[in-house]
């Protein structure tokens, strides 16, 4: 688990996984992995993987680009917040 960024509104994990075993064998990869996204205000997170996890991490290459403010950064994180309807618990 990496943290990738965390503002008060938002914090983003990365995860870099094991493979099933019959998803290795299939897809020919050792790992697999995602982000999990947690939205402090509303107390949900989401958690990408696939395609989704690989078009999240191109946009934020994007933007990155751009030297973007915390608020373009959340307000690219909230287009995927919306998704969300994990409720956070603490463990």
């Known amino acids: 688990m990496l943290m990738l960024y965390n503002s008060d509104s938002f914090a983003v994990l990365q995860f ?4 099933a075993q019959d998803e290795r064998a299939v897809a020919g990869e050792e790992r697999r992995g995602g982000y999990e996204i947690v939205d402090k205000f509303a107390r949900k997170e989401i958690f990408l993987e696939g395609t ?3 078009c999240f991490r191109e946009g934020v290459d994007r933007l990155v680009e751009t030297e973007p403010t ?11 917040t919306q998704l969300a309807q994990q409720p956070v618990t603490l463990h």
């Open 16 to 19: 870099d996984l094991p493979a």
């Open 52 to 54: 989704l996890a690989q």
């Open 70 to 80: 915390e608020e373009a950064l959340d307000e690219f994180i909230a287009g995927y």
